[in-house]
């Protein structure tokens, strides 16, 4: 069975602009979770989507936007890129309440110059 | 609210030493426990997870953990260390009202020496 999918892999956006990342779950899946990951301050959790409904929000600015479509598929953006945002952004795909396990996705590392 | 702490941010051993990674959680819920290991440019691939039923519990490569509600622990072992254990660890966890939500700790970077 498919992993979790993450595009792209590789992303270089300039200071000021947006950027659009997406993650196909693992198929079955109503949940996706997204985190950032830098070298200064980890793992950071981003926000959850649960059959298409946001559960959880982590404490980022109105900036990280995310939504989820009726296929579970996901997407975060990103707007006004600063320089603090480069990092791993890394999706994690959920069965639901009784099938807890997260999968990740091999992560998008965006580098905002 | 939770939180996890994990002792040490560098281990280094020898192969075929024992591996002992340290995790401490907080959690005002009965908490949901994984172990993820990440290699260099990869996501995070699960090791094992903590849920409900046995405290003991068994993962992939050899590796298992022990749920200790008592010290709030979840300490991660491997009897004897490969090359190929070599990445960074990190011990996370979620809850019964926050399942989709992981709180992560800072992680453990291993060597394995020859």
């Known amino acids: 069975k498919a992993g979790v999918t993450q595009t792209p892999r590789y992303l270089i956006k300039t200071r000021g602009q947006q950027v659009t990342l997406s993650c196909s779950p693992i198929?079955?899946?109503?949940?996706v979770s997204w985190y950032q990951q830098t070298p200064g301050q980890g793992l950071q959790f981003l926000f959850e989507?649960?059959?298409?409904?946001?559960?959880n929000k982590g404490n980022f600015p109105g900036r990280f936007s995310g939504r989820q479509f009726s296929n579970s598929r996901s997407e975060m953006n990103v707007s006004t890129l600063e320089l603090g945002d480069s990092a791993l952004y890394l999706c994690?795909?959920?069965?639901?309440?009784?099938?807890?396990?997260?999968?990740f996705g091999q992560g998008t590392r965006l580098t905002v110059v | 609210a939770q939180s996890v702490t994990q002792l040490g941010s560098h281990v280094s051993v020898s192969e075929g030493a024992l591996v002992l990674l340290r995790c401490n959680y907080s959690?005002?819920?009965?908490?949901?426990l994984f172990w993820y290991v990440q290699y260099p440019n990869q996501g995070l691939q699960l090791l094992l997870k903590?849920?409900?039923?046995?405290?003991l519990v068994k993962g992939i490569n050899g590796f298992e953990a022990e749920f200790k509600k008592s010290e709030t622990s979840f300490h991660l072992t491997k009897p004897s260390a490969h090359m190929s254990d070599a990445a960074e660890y990190f011990c996370?966890?979620?809850?019964?009202?926050?399942?989709?939500?992981?709180?992560f700790g800072a992680g453990t970077q291993v060597v394995v020496t020859p």
């Open positions: 989507y649960f059959s298409e409904t946001q559960r």
């Open positions: 996370a966890v979620s809850s019964t009202d926050s399942w989709g939500k992981l709180q």
């Open positions: 959690s005002s819920v009965p908490p949901y």
């Open positions: 903590y849920t409900t039923g046995a405290t």
């Open positions: 198929s079955g899946h109503r949940s």
């Open positions: 994690a795909s959920i069965g639901g309440p009784g099938n807890t396990e997260a999968f």
